[in-house]
T-cell receptor, first 113, second 113 residues
Framework: NAGVTQTPKFQVLKTGQSMTLQCAQD?????MSWYRQDPGMGLRLIHY???????DQGEVPNGYNVSRSTTEDFPLRLLSAAPSQTSVYFC????????????FGPGTRLTVL | GQNIDQPTEMTATEGAIVQINCTYQ??????LFWYQQHAGEAPTFLSY????GLEEKGRFSSFLSRSKGYSYLLLKELQMKDSASYLC??????????????FGKGTHLIIQP
């Protein structure tokens, strides 16, 4: 199993550009999430999904959209990039049990100029 | 609100023991996780506690006191490869619904020879 994969690994955008961060998992996990990690802030939840066709907002959803058309894929769209969105983005997946841990992808390092 | 506190940075010596503390105040509690994160990499799962007491896994142990809102991660026989950030995270809601993981800001552990 490849686990959770993310592309690209690095990306530089100009303010106002849009782009999609890709995330895929091959573990048949129902739950998928997007986090961002900033220095001194810890991991913060952007959006999450509990199954195909179901998404909801996390702690910091503004400026991001998600969709979940299949169990495997959970892309994150930046609608109009801003410097405040410079961050490292992690996708994660898990099964729904209370004790089940998150499996994180390798991350995408995004810089917005 | 949700609040998780852990020290920003700690230094320890190779071969020694170190204890990383985590205190939390959350609206609900459905377990506490510890993750390890090496620089530039994704977090990886270390331990999970939902009942009071000590859970031991090789060189790593984790303790929980729900009445005190307190946990610690104990690392024994420290090795240079243990230099990493250690993230404390509380699942404050049941798994069926919101992702429900609130993360602390992480403790950067430096191991010296």
């Amino acid at each position: 199993n490849a686990g959770v994969t993310q592309t690209p690994k690095f990306q530089v955008l100009k303010t106002g550009q849009s782009m999609t961060l890709q995330c895929a998992q091959d573990m048949n996990h129902e739950y998928m999430s997007w986090y961002r990690q900033d220095p001194g802030m810890g991991l913060r939840l952007i959006h999450y999904s509990v199954g195909a066709g179901i998404t909801d907002q996390g702690e910091v959803p503004n400026g991001y959209n998600v969709s979940r058309s299949t169990t495997e894929d959970f892309p994150l769209r930046l609608l109009s990039a801003a410097p405040s969105q410079t961050s490292v983005y992690f996708c994660a997946s898990r099964t729904p049990g209370f004790t089940d841990t998150q499996y994180f992808g390798p991350g995408t390092r995004l810089t917005v100029l | 609100g949700q609040n998780i506190d852990q020290p920003t940075e700690m230094t320890a010596t190779e071969g020694a023991i170190v204890q990383i503390n985590c205190t939390y105040q959350t609206s609900g509690f459905n377990g506490l996780f510890w993750y390890q994160q090496h620089a530039g990499e994704a977090p990886t799962f270390l331990s999970y506690n939902v009942l009071d007491g000590l859970e031991e896994k090789g060189r790593f142990s984790s303790f929980l006191s729900r009445s005190k809102g307190y946990s610690y991660l104990l690392l024994k026989e420290l090795q240079m490869k243990d230099s990493a950030s250690y993230l404390c995270a509380v699942r404050d809601r049941p798994g069926g619904g919101a992702d429900g993981l609130t993360f602390g800001k992480g403790t950067h552990l430096i191991i010296q020879p």
